[in-house]
């Protein structure tokens, strides 16, 4: 069983990844797509990289709660 304080962490990073999904798959379509244009495609990269590292799906864990 986890600790209360991780269990705690990783539902904060569930409420960042929830806060952020929309946008960020928006930005992500933009970097995948071929005609999109390199100032697109900058621009998208760079309010990619400007959102929290907790916005990541990757971030979470499977904790036992």
């Avoid at 005609?35 to 760079?46: N, V």
Wanted: a positive charge; zero cysteines; charged letters at 50%.
């Amino acid at each position: 069983m986890a600790k209360k304080s991780k269990i705690a962490k990783n539902d904060k990073r569930r409420e960042i990844v929830a806060r952020h999904a929309a946008r960020r798959a928006e930005l992500k379509e933009i970097l995948r797509r071929p005609d999109s244009g390199e100032a697109d495609r900058s621009a998208a990269l760079r309010e990619l990289r400007r959102q929290p590292r907790d916005a990541s799906a990757t971030r979470m864990r499977n904790r036992d709660s």
